[in-house]
Structure formats: structure tokens, C-alpha cells
């Protein structure tokens, strides 16, 4: 199985901040891996896919990169709204979905 | 724009069956496009996948759960549904339906449905 693994666990930052967030796949995933946001007591969203692609309605203020094992997500500027859990999922090893650990985005 | 609201009991005793059905509005779940899955999360924990059905029936599970799990889908009713036997405390979190996009990611879910295995 393909273990996703995400770094920083939890941050903490103020708005206007460059947020920078990894996640490290356990062996190569080409650009199969998305980006999830979730705010306190809301529903996942979807960011990112392919590593690079922002889904529709999402600001440009996010951006994601890499490929094989290791991607970022970037916050270029971080808003009040961005604050919640990040995480990565991978979409390579199907039919398994798996999501990596959760990065936590906190106010400074 | 595709909606999904998930249904079903809140509460299930442990060793019983949890059930879930998800309705899908806005868009046919027929669609050769997209799967359609479960998606859970205790409590201040993580996401885990559950495993996804395609309209034509074809499932696929998470290895962890494969045993006591089963997915359905009614194209009749634009439906689908999650069956969870045997199930624990451990098996307490908030249940998602989502779509999925080829198989690749989720692109809409449901609110999601707490559901707490208690006796």
C-alpha cells in the first residue's frame, strides 16, 4: 500500500502569510495526487488535482506542484477563510484512494 | 450543480449493521464519467475511503474493510447506498457519500451523516 505522508502536522500563520505545505508519497505516484481543504466543521473540498490543476471556483492563490513522491501546496497569501485541515490524496495505487494524515492551519 | 445528501440512522448498536443510502440531485448517477463513493472520518481524526460503485454495479473497497463491507447502487432512484456489518465503536465518525471523477478524486460530497455505534 501507498503511505502518504504530510508535513507539517500543524502550523501556525497570520494572514498575509506564504504558507507552504508537503506531502510524501512512499513510492512513486506519478501526478496522481490531489489537495482537500476543510474548515472547521465543514465539508472537504477539493483544491487541487494532478498535482498542479486548480479545480474551478478555487482562488489562484493556491498552487500545487511535484511529481513521483514529493508535491507542495502553496498559499501565496494566506486569508481568514483559509484556516482548517489540508490534506493530500493520492490516486495512483487504484482502486484504493488514500489521503495522507492532515496538515492543521492555524492562526498566529 | 450536483448535490448528494446522505440518509439513514444516527445510532447502531455494536455488532449490528450500519446503513446508509446517499441521494444524488442535480445530474444522473448513470453517468459513464464518474463513480460514486464513501468516505468517513472519526472524530478529530484523518479521512478514510471506504470504497466506491460504479452505475454499472463494478465495486472496489478498501482492503481494510473488505470484509464487512458492501456498496449498492438503484440508477432507478439515482441512489446508492453503504452496508457496514458487524461494526464497532471504532466504526463511529461522520459518514460522506462523494463523487468521484474517473476514479481520481472527490469532486462533490454530501454534508455528511454522524453515525455513533453505542449500545
Known amino acids: 500500500d501507498i503511505q502518504m505522508t504530510q508535513s507539517p502536522s500543524s502550523l501556525s500563520a497570520s494572514v498575509g502569510d506564504r504558507v507552504t505545505i508537503t506531502c510524501r508519497a512512499s513510492?512513486?505516484?506519478?501526478?496522481?495526487l490531489n489537495w482537500y481543504q476543510q474548515r472547521p466543521g465543514k465539508v472537504p473540498k477539493l483544491l487541487i488535482y494532478s498535482a498542479s490543476t486548480l479545480q474551478s471556483g478555487v482562488p489562484s492563490r493556491f498552487s500545487g506542484s511535484g511529481s513521483g513522491t514529493d508535491f507542495t501546496l502553496t498559499i501565496s497569501s494566506l486569508q481568514p477563510e483559509d484556516f482548517g485541515t489540508y490534506y493530500c490524496q493520492q490516486s495512483y495505487n487504484t482502486p484504493s484512494l488514500t489521503f495522507g494524515g492532515g496538515t492543521r492551519v492555524d492562526i498566529k | 450543480q450536483v448535490q448528494l445528501q446522505e440518509s439513514g440512522p444516527r445510532l447502531v448498536k455494536p455488532s449490528q449493521t450500519l446503513s446508509l443510502t446517499c441521494s444524488v440531485s442535480g445530474g444522473s448517477i448513470s453517468s459513464d464519467s464518474y463513480y460514486w463513493s464513501w468516505i468517513r472520518q472519526p472524530a478529530g481524526r484523518g479521512l478514510e475511503w471506504i470504497g466506491r460503485?460504479?452505475?454499472?454495479?463494478?465495486?472496489n473497497y478498501n482492503p481494510s474493510l473488505t470484509s464487512r463491507v458492501t456498496i449498492l447502487v438503484d440508477t432507478s432512484k439515482n441512489e446508492f447506498s453503504l452496508i457496514l456489518t458487524s461494526v464497532t465503536a471504532a466504526d463511529t465518525a461522520v459518514y460522506y457519500c462523494?463523487?468521484?471523477?474517473?476514479?481520481?478524486?472527490?469532486?462533490?460530497w454530501g454534508q455528511g451523516t454522524l453515525v455513533t455505534v453505542s449500545s
Open positions: 460503485v460504479a452505475a454499472s454495479g463494478i465495486t
Open positions: 513510492q512513486t505516484i506519478s501526478n496522481y
Open positions: 462523494a463523487r468521484e471523477f474517473f476514479g481520481e478524486f472527490a469532486d462533490y
